[in-house]
């Protein structure tokens, strides 16, 4: 009865955004964790020295998939919503904005992450690249530190209008 109840109101007013963005950002981190893995164990069988620059970030990819799950369990419908709801509420607003704009500053992150590791990648050699990309990741995110909270509010200001249909 529970569960027809709860796709009753998930169906009236569909699914929430913030859940949307949340498991797509979950299959992201996943395919991306995926990935690393199987470039561990391919460096490991081909060219072992290099193995450990696939394995550094599978402990970082592990936190931000839990840390999405976290997001993703509390933007459900059944969480947001109560029986018979006919419209979103402020609480539904306020969760969708706030996980919006989290997940925009994780992919941010993460671009920076992965652009410090190209720009290393293409200066030093092999012995020094875990070392260098790490370096790189810290300089360029010290240097956008003022810009994140700008994507921030930014995503939450959009997703604010969309959800309420008005400037704020």
Known sequence: ??????????????????????????????VVLILCLMATV????????????????????????????????????????????????QH?????????????VLKVVGALAVGSFIAAATIFDLATLGIAASVAFLIFLLTQLYILPIFFLESERDEREKLTGSRD
């Open 1 to 30: 009865m529970n569960e027809k109840l709860a796709s009753t109101t998930q169906s009236s007013l569909g699914e929430p955004d913030a859940h949307r963005a949340s498991r797509h950002m979950q299959t992201g981190v996943r």
């Open 42 to 89: 391919g460096l490991l069988l081909f060219n072992p020295a290099a193995a450990y620059l696939a394995a550094i970030p599978v402990p970082v990819l592990i936190v931000v998939l839990v840390f999405v799950g976290f997001l993703e369990r509390r933007s459900r419908a059944e969480r947001l919503r109560t029986a018979g709801q006919s419209q979103i509420s």
């Open 92 to 104: 539904e607003v306020d969760v969708d904005v706030e996980t919006i704009g989290v997940i925009t």
